[in-house]
């Protein structure tokens, strides 16, 4: 199976295969009547992962295997939401997850074991849909209702939790602030990490600098500024860090400045820096590779866009691309591009996009 790794994705399995992270985050985040049936001392991590190549790039997963309370054993799944807006949808490609699972222990010739799905979203607006799969059938009927397979799943919506009530073991309070806060116009909030880092340097020195040094590399792939512009803005959060602080970044910098030359995600990218390097300039060299960055990812989404909605709408489709090639937020075109995947009609993908449009299912 191919694996597409995503920033997120790395991170969000760094964090979530930690054992005490992963015993933490399913005693403080499951609701106090599913916590109480589990006996989390015998929690195990299964490696396996049951999310389409396709939607790897959207869905980062998860799953643990519990020991109940009354001998029987159970599973924990918990499933990242990478998108930077709610997806009503979720319930239906959960719902496909937990049958794998169960497809899984089937091959074994296991009986069916209980299930406890978790969603994990961090995107900017609120998760304002159903929590349950019946919920996306429309027009249903009450006399069918009982013919229809329904769940609910728990919904971990980190853009409502305010900081003081992200709890858990130092370490995954520290993941989930920096989930919350990462991408977003609020990054500077990400200071108040700084308390909880101290501590656990104090207590963990090895981790506490593991842990930073992940959390760096997070910051660097999931926001769309150039190396220079992430690292003055981590600057700008931390400035208690002092000389630890300074030690880290310098040898973060190295290494993602050499990471990113060698990996180049995309062609503009490649010319920013090829230009840089002709001028022979520093400045000129951080200028060329955040102008191509910006315009590489920016040509890159305009190009899928164009693909996908030829192949979804046809001529039809193909009518909107005057109006977003106008566009120059690369967020935007982000959650166009990722919308088109799921909307059915084009009035469904304007609302992505034009004003007024936020709110609409």
């Not at 790039?57 to 029987?72: A, E, F, K, N």
């Not at 220079?228 to 860090?241: D, H, K, L, Q």
């Amino acid at each position: 199976m191919t694996q597409v790794s995503t920033p997120h994705d790395e991170f969000f399995k760094r964090v979530f295969s930690q054992q005490d992270a992963a015993h933490s985050f399913v005693a403080n985040y499951s609701p106090l009547e599913i916590n109480a049936l589990f006996d989390l001392e015998g929690l195990r991590i299964d490696r396996d992962s049951f999310v389409d190549d396709e939607l790897r790039p959207h869905h980062s997963d998860i799953l643990y295997s519990v020991t109940l309370r009354d001998g029987g054993e159970g599973y924990v799944y918990v499933l990242f939401e990478h998108k930077s807006y709610p997806d009503r949808r979720v319930a239906f490609q959960l719902l496909r997850y937990i049958v794998r699972i169960w497809e899984r222990q089937r091959e074994r010739k296991e009986e069916l074991r209980p299930i406890f799905p978790i969603v994990v979203y961090h995107g900017k607006r609120k998760w304002n849909y159903p929590l349950d799969f019946a919920s996306l059938v429309t027009g249903l009927p009450e006399e069918m209702r009982p013919y229809v397979p329904d769940y609910s799943y728990q919904l971990c919506d980190l853009s409502q939790y305010s900081d003081e009530v992200i709890i858990g073991t130092v370490y995954l309070q520290m993941a989930l602030l920096l989930l919350k806060y990462a991408s977003s116009d609020e990054f500077y909030k990400l200071s108040g990490i700084m308390e909880l880092f101290e501590s656990l340097l104090e207590s963990d020195r090895q981790t506490a600098l593991s842990f930073f040094e992940s959390m760096l590399r997070y910051i660097s792939g999931a926001r769309d500024e150039s190396d220079a512009e992430v690292r003055r803005a981590i600057e700008e959060a931390f400035p208690a860090g002092g000389e630890l602080m300074e030690t880290i970044l310098e040898r973060w910098a190295e290494r993602g400045f050499q990471r990113g030359l060698e990996q180049g995600v995309q062609q503009g990218l490649e010319r920013g820096v090829q230009q840089g390097l002709e001028r022979g300039v520093q400045q000129g060299l951080e200028r060329g590779v955040q102008q191509g960055k910006r315009e590489g990812v920016r040509e890159g989404l305009l190009a899928g866009i164009k693909l996908a909605l030829k192949l979804r709408f046809g001529s039809e489709g193909l009518r909107l691309l005057p109006e977003i090639y106008k566009i120059e937020d690369v967020d935007v075109l982000r959650a166009i591009h990722e919308g088109l995947e799921m909307v059915n009609t084009l009035d469904e993908l304007t609302l992505i996009y034009r004003p007024g449009g936020d709110d609409g299912d």
